[in-house]
């Protein structure tokens, strides 16, 4: 009897709070969101607590009270971030600023980054920002038009000005004219991706490195003449890598670089699709000439990422000898060659090279970047992070610290610009001084792919670069010229939707046939089939979004 | 005893027959002298096909562990196989010394345990409230459950919620989103489902209220879905990364999932600007630490199996019914 | 008899009062789990909601203004979306189909494997597959199959030519829906193997009395015996098969083959990739969800139907 009392009340008492709970989380939901997206346009002027009156460039910010600003920091497995790193200490040492961090793996931050940003939940610094990832959140006022405030950052304007990025950081305006993230400054920028050869071999038959992919043909012919087996050109990364910096110099855009399919026509003045026009037609053809002549290892432009390493165990058998690769990839190639006991050998990166365009390689770049949350902008000291932030990103000081530590302590630096690392330290992501006790990166913080790395000079980007890639970096700015940048087609929030429906089918049909033209399963005679295809797919009302954005802009910002 | 929901008049026959006979004889199934010769031969065919299933499921594994005695450059150059080339301890060492790992393992195990007790408890009260097919709303109750299966909230939502409710960078983060699998739960009430009636009935007659009855009649006679659903459970905790990618921002409270995760899946990427940035640091992930962490990883939720193994046998004397 | 008593029980009209005396420490028992439900599965279910409001990411998160059916007229009238649709459910179908029965099989086989320290270390050998993560899967599969990987090492052998397995489009279901069979069988004999340690042992004995082989006694004795967890798993299953794995689909693909490869969670992918659409996935999401629980629903009135158990 007790116990059936007991439980009628606690029933009653259950449903009761059930309900209440949820009621009540409904209106939390609702409330927490509510408040997201207002306010905080207007007093951005008045929100100085903590910045400097006098802050120029090429001096030290200083933040006149202590400050506490959120960073998203994205965690690399193998230099695991910890709040102990000097760093950080540096950093609030001389800007007496604290950075809270919020860390995300690095195996899915894109993902988690656009969670927390979608959530209303992400810090206020968000770095790591590639040139049109900030699309997406622009569209919807989720982050800060960075352009508004630019005049409270003298350092990113001295250095766009020194090195001449300003027509550069325009085209990154969206449709209101603002833009929306403030990307790292390369004074140099030479494409991260590019052909690696075995030197020595090239040289064991009878041949010189080539500047052109004609001059590549010959070369791998005569390879092939005295390795039989061998296919000896491979690239990895599912055709992806050597399609994007081959394709610049036919006169058109593919692979990595294939971005939204449009290629600007200058002679036309107006956005073509990259796939139909002439030089993509005469890339494919060369690609399949080499697949038809044995030289292309086909399986490379078909493996995933992840079987890169197929690549990688076929350069150490000596069935490849010219791959795909960044300047890392040098160092696997040379791990994995002594361990299969090839001796005498030399892997060299070369510039990407020429074709029917010239000697055309990718459009300059910026890297990395960050932008703010519409959170920031609401704080009483945004003034201060923006000053902040100009010191950390562009001040020539932040970067020396960023990436090499403490002057005197850590390293130090000639008049003449020679950086040295003190024998007690090492590098060991670049093999500088492999046998110090400790790593400025992995133990102190520095050298962080976050943070360091995003503004750089030229002299800085050689410094801790082994000899053969500054060589890399000199034979590309000297024999290679970049293609102009395409003007500025931004779409509005609802163009955006529209265009990632219509895209994405023409990608994927490009993806698809580029492959089977390349790789023989589809004759080229069939290359007009494929091109009414696509038109099939609307084609035509693509192109007319992307030209109708074009023209808009170019009207709107002269 | 399980018995078979169809009732066959054979399958009555044969139980009837069996209580009036009292304990049935322990013997092997099939275990007497009149197997045919067919039989042996199928026997031997038997076990003939489950060695070479289990040598092809063995070779995959029997290649990590030669990679995570190898050297890095030997793994890149596809030079192992079955065998370490390069042999060496230095990536277990260095892995082992790495407090990182160690306090990820600790996470994992954590949460594991906590995850499957509260797990555990949710399903098997539930499930065995649900089996009750006297009750009356136990279809509005299975509804509720099964509903969830297909729809739920979404990433956004779900994360929110756990905002909201403070729970991020806690363990509970990580295992209350999954304390409930539906698919266990209705696994676990169809076991509960086929119970004999007749124990229950004779513990009400002796006095038992429902809860004397889940606890001293029908949890031990499910021994073996109980172990079945702890496996499952732990399992499922010791794997899941997601929950804790998703509500965890604090690299100290990683699971070991997670860190693994980052280890291997940080090397496939599909985007250019992530492969550049994979290609230029040449830090790249050594592929032996990749097959160190794997194995060290799998290594206990192997040892939970032969524990579990031992409940699985049938702990029921049906001589009970008659007293 | 039993049914008899239920149906007359059903039709009395029992007050409440007398249904809480009788059962109610049976609802203080579901009380927590249900509460559990609720919080955690049904409340943010309302996030459903940005599948007919306009969300904007970093504003509201249900959701922005009222669109309608926008977005389930966006992917009723993409024909892309329909042809991965066909893919996703061709591949479910295809794993449902292969991937039910094999872990019974085996489960049989093992249950007649007398030693019980072979049996223990194949179990144990079965399982491990389970345990590797998609990547490495997928790794080795792609290794497995490469132009000179093993089965083309085979064929060769054989006199045969090389095929490029991972280009074909026509050779994707096999490769997925076999990779998924060596990932999950040895893990699912677990259920049959718990289930067959429950079947009385003196109906074998019954049936070899009446004169029955090994093979009937299985037939008689074993399947029925372990049907319930069929008849579950199988349901459970069925409601299912749409969720064809994304990670493995990602890994395994390419554009050579997206013809068949290419999955509904795959494609949404792609497309997210360029605007996040998160109203558009959540159309599609609750689109697959109502066909889940009406594939169960089916399966489970079939089921009821024809063999007399259901899940409910």
């Known amino acids: ?150 005049d409270y ?76 087996d061998s296919a000896p050109l491979a690239d990895g990364f599912e055709g992806q890598s050597m399609l994007n910096y081959a394709a610049h110099s036919f006169g058109t855009v593919a692979g990595w670089g294939f971005g939204n399919g449009t290629f600007y026509n200058e002679d036309k003045g107006e956005f073509e699709y990259a796939a139909t026009n002439d030089g993509y037609k005469q890339m494919v053809e060369y690609f399949h000439g080499l697949v038809e002549d044995g030289l292309l290892d086909t399986e490379s432009f078909t493996a995933a990422v992840e079987g890169g390493s197929t690549v990688t165990e076929k350069l150490a058998s000596e069935k490849v000898f010219v791959a795909s690769g960044a300047n890392g990839t040098v160092q696997e190639f040379n791990t994995a060659l002594d361990a299969a006991g090839v001796t005498d050998y030399e892997v060299l990166q070369i510039a990407p090279p020429g074709g029917p365009a010239g000697q055309i390689v990718e459009p300059r770049n910026f890297w990395n970047g960050f932008m703010l949350t519409k959170e920031a902008e609401e704080s009483p000291n945004f003034i201060a992070m923006l000053q902040f932030l100009d010191w950390l990103y562009y001040s020539p000081e932040a970067r020396d610290m960023l990436r090499w530590g403490v002057e005197g302590e850590t390293f130090t630096k000639t008049d003449d610009g020679t950086y040295t690392l003190n024998p007690e330290y090492s590098l060991k992501a670049f093999n500088i001084n492999p046998e110090g006790k400790t790593d400025i990166q992995k133990d102190l913080g520095f050298s962080n792919d976050p943070l360091s790395g995003s503004t750089e000079s030229r002299a800085l980007k050689e410094s801790y670069n082994v000899p053969a890639f500054v060589d890399y970096i000199d034979s590309v700015l000297t024999n290679r010229t970049p293609r102009d940048p395409f003007p500025p087609a931004p779409l509005n929030e609802g163009e955006l939707e529209q265009a990632s429906l219509m895209a994405t089918p023409l990608k994927d049909s490009v993806d698809t046939n580029t492959l089977k033209f390349i790789l023989g399963d589809r004759p080229l005679s069939e290359w007009d089939a494929f091109v009414s295809e696509l038109e099939g797919q609307n084609l035509q009302g693509y192109l007319d979004l992307i030209n109708g954005a074009s023209e808009r802009w170019a009207e709107n910002n002269g | 005893m399980i018995l078979d929901p169809v009732k066959t008049e054979e399958r009555e026959s044969a139980r009837t027959e069996t209580i009036v006979t009292g304990r049935p004889r322990r013997t092997r199934p099939g275990g007497l002298p009149q197997e045919s010769k067919g039989y042996r031969v199928y026997l031997g065919f038997n076990a003939v096909a489950l060695v070479v299933i289990s040598a092809v499921t063995l070779y995959p594994f029997a290649t990590l562990i030669a990679q995570s005695f190898s050297s890095s450059g030997a793994i890149k150059a596809g030079l192992v196989n079955l065998l370490p080339v390069g042999f060496n301890l230095d990536t277990y060492h260095a892995v082992t010394n790495d407090q990182h790992f160690w306090r990820s393992y600790g996470n994992t195990v954590m949460y594991t345990v906590v995850g499957t007790l509260v797990a555990m408890v949710l399903t098997t009260l539930l499930a065995y409230v649900m089996s009750k097919e006297h009750l009356r709303g ?97 399992v499922q905790f010791w794997n899941d990364w997601f929950s804790a990618f998703l509500y965890l921002d604090q690299t100290d409270l990683y699971p070991l999932s997670l860190h693994l995760r980052n280890l291997i899946a940080g090397a496939t990427t599909t985007t250019a600007e992530s492969a550049a940035a994979v290609g230029t640091t040449s830090a790249a992930i050594k592929d032996n630490v990749k097959a160190v962490t794997m194995v060290l990883a799998i290594i206990p939720i192997l040892c939970v199996y032969p524990f579990v193994q031992r409940h699985f046998v049938s702990g029921v004397m049906l001589g009970a019914v008659k007293g | 008899m039993t049914t008899v008593t239920r149906t007359l029980r059903r039709k009395a009209r029992v007050p409440w009062s007398n249904t809480l005396r009788h059962d109610g420490v049976l609802y203080a028992m579901a009380l927590v789990p249900i509460a559990y439900l609720v919080l955690f599965r049904y409340v943010p279910m309302i996030g459903n909601v940005i599948a007919f409001r306009k969300f904007r990411p970093g504003g509201n998160i249900l959701g922005e203004e009222w669109v309608g059916l926008r977005y389930i007229s966006m992917f009723i009238n993409d024909p892309t979306f329909w042809h991965v649709f066909s893919n996703t459910a061709i591949l479910g179908g295809l794993t449902l189909l292969v991937c039910f029965p094999l872990p019974i099989v085996l489960a049989l086989m093992l249950n007649e494997v007398r030693k019980k320290a072979f049996k223990g270390v194949v179990q144990s050998i079965t399982y491990l597959p389970h345990f590797l993560s998609i990547v490495i899967v997928a790794g080795i599969v792609m290794q497995l199959l490469s132009l000179e990987g093993t089965v083309n090492q085979i064929i060769t052998a054989m006199g045969g030519e090389k095929i490029p397995f991972l280009q074909r489009p026509e050779w994707f279901r096999t490769i997925y829906v076999g990779s998924e069979v060596w990932q999950t069988v040895g893990w699912g004999t677990i259920l049959y193997l718990a289930a067959l340690t429950t079947i009385d042992e003196s109906l074998y004995e019954a049936a070899r009395i009446d004169g029955a082989g090994r093979l009937r006694q299985t037939w008689h004795v074993t399947l029925p015996g372990i049907r319930p967890t069929m008849i579950t798993l199988l349901i459970l299953n069925i409601g299912t098969f749409l969720n064809v794995g994304f990670e493995k689909v990602l890994l395994l693909y390419m554009p050579l083959t997206y013809e068949t490869a290419d999955v509904i969670s795959t494609y949404l992918y792609r497309v997210g990739l360029v605007s996040n659409n998160l109203s558009y996935a959540a159309a599609i999401g609750l689109f697959q969800a109502c066909i889940g629980l009406v594939m169960v629903l089916s399966a489970n009135l079939i089921s009821r139907r024809t063999v007399g158990a259901s899940l409910w």
């Open chain 2, 138 to 234: 136990r279809n509005v109750l299975i509804g509720i459950a099964v509903f969830t299966m297909f729809f739920n909230g979404g990433i956004i939502p779900n994360y929110v919620l756990i905002s909201s409710l403070e729970l991020k960078n806690t363990m509970w983060a990580v295992i209350l989103p999954g304390a409930m699998s539906v698919f266990n739960l209705l696994v676990m009430k169809s076991f509960f489902e086929n119970l004999p009636r007749e124990l229950e009935e004779a513990a009400r007659i002796d006095g038992l209220g429902w809860w004397g009855i889940f606890w001293r009649i029908a949890m031990p006679l499910s021994k073996p879905v109980i172990a079945t659903m702890t496996l499952f459970y732990s």
């Open chain 1, 1 to 150: 009897m007790t116990q059936e009392t007991t439980v009628r009340t606690r029933r009653r008492f259950g449903r009761g709070a059930i309900a209440l709970a949820v009621a009540g989380t409904l209106v939390a939901l609702a409330g927490c969101t509510a408040g997201g997206a207002e306010g905080g346009e207007a007093a951005a002027s008045d929100a100085t607590a903590g910045s400097m009156e006098d802050y120029t460039a090429d001096t030290t910010f200083t933040a006149t009270e202590p400050l506490d600003f959120s960073l998203l920091w994205t965690d690399w497995p193998e230099v695991p971030v910890t709040d102990s790193w000097q760093v950080f200490d540096e950093i609030e040492k001389r800007t007496n600023v604290h950075l809270d961090l919020t860390n995300i793996p690095f195996s899915d931050a894109t993902e988690k980054r656009s969670l927390l940003i979608s959530a209303g939940d992400a810090p206020q610094i968000i770095p790591l920002v590639y040139t049109g990832e900030e699309k997406q959140f622009a569209a919807t006022g989720a982050v800060v038009a960075l352009s508004d405030y630019e």
């Open chain 1, 153 to 228: 950052m003298p350092n990113f304007q001295k250095y766009v000005k020194e090195w001449d990025l300003r027509e550069m950081v325009d085209n990154l305006r969206q449709d209101d004219g603002k833009y929306y993230m403030m990307p790292g400054l390369q004074e140099v920028s030479v494409p991260t991706f590019t052909l690696l050869v075995r030197k020595d071999v090239i040289e064991e038959v009878g041949a010189e490195v080539p500047e052109t992919w004609d001059e590549l043909r010959t070369v791998l012919e005569k390879i092939k003449a005295k390795y039989p």
